[in-house]
């Protein structure tokens, strides 16, 4: 699973070069090719947004694929960031949520 697969719009990830070229080819934004990367790999993306066209653009990745050779240069950007924390006691909260679901 991939919480913040954007990093929380970190500009330094979304400047990075070979999304931009790979965006120029595929007539796609850094961040759907960032997603496209997430979702070939496997992982369940959950990227957030309140912005009704940036939900729209983060579903319409469907239409490329990203070759080999594309998935491998990416994969060599790991530098080891993690955009998601939480701490025990968010853990803690968040095992514990419960839905309130409406009555009939």
């Keep these: 699973m991939s919480w913040y697969p954007l990093g929380h719009g970190d500009k330094s990830l979304m400047e990075e070069p070979v999304f931009i070229e790979l965006g120029k080819k595929y007539g796609k934004s850094t961040a759907q090719v960032i997603l496209r990367w997430h ?4 992982f369940v ?3 957030g947004s309140k912005n009704v066209d940036h939900i729209k653009d983060n579903l319409d990745i469907t239409d490329f694929k990203l070759t080999d ?3 491998a240069r990416i994969a060599q950007l790991d530098k080891g960031v993690r955009y998601y924390h939480r701490t ?3 853990l803690d909260q968040f095992a514990a949520w419960r839905p309130d679901f409406e009555k009939a």
């Design 69 to 71: 050779d594309e998935m």
């Design 39 to 42: 979702t070939q790999m496997g």
């Design 88 to 90: 025990d006691a968010q």
């Design 45 to 47: 993306v959950i990227p």
